[in-house]
């Protein structure tokens, strides 16, 4: 179903419990999990998402998914049907990274909408082992959504910020209240 806009909303939370036709996994490269979201998504998600991981690997990617892109997988045992591993930069003090960090919502909302998700859950890409700042990333992630849902703005019904403490919501909030004209 389609509405006039979509629902940006913030969780503080567990983004394997998020009921949503999308969930964002911020993954390493090698598509094969990890830490943080990536190892929680493929502990929770189960051995489906990662033999769809490595058939990825075999066919398509090699060496790996590129830094900005993304893919999607089932969600396994997830309460969601679709996983979209993004690979997010490091963080970096000395050159610029932020079109990569773009680029991995902006494929990824990419993905959602030729899946036809209609509810999508980010979690805070980079923010983690990857030291990107919180409040940086957060004010990254919702421009660059609000920027996607101008673009098709009947592509969604609802966009979610999953975040996993109170220091990374308090960034996001801050960030959609900045980008919202304070409203």
Do not use: K
């Amino acid at each position: 179903m389609s509405t006039e806009y979509t629902a940006l909303t913030l969780v503080q939370g567990d983004i394997t419990e998020q009921t949503v036709d999308a969930v964002v996994n911020a993954a390493n490269s090698s598509l094969l999990g990890g830490g943080g979201v990536d190892g929680a998504i493929h502990r929770r998600g189960g051995p489906e998402i990662l033999a769809e991981c490595r058939s990825l690997r075999a066919s398509q990617y090699g060496r790996g998914l590129p830094t900005g892109q993304a893919v999607a997988t089932t969600a396994g045992r997830l309460p969601a049907r679709w996983v979209i591993h993004t690979v997010g930069p490091v963080h970096s003090d000395s050159e610029d990274r932020t079109a990569l960090l773009v680029s991995c919502y902006e494929r990824s909302l990419q993905v959602a909408a030729e899946l036809g998700a209609r509810t999508v859950a980010f979690p805070a890409i980079s923010t983690g082992v990857y030291r990107w700042p919180i409040a940086d990333g957060a004010r990254t992630a919702v421009a660059t959504v609000r920027a996607a849902i101008a673009a098709a703005p009947d592509a969604f019904d609802e966009i979610r910020f999953v975040v996993f403490d109170a220091g990374a919501r308090e960034a996001y909030e801050a960030a959609l209240a900045e980008d919202d004209g304070g409203r």
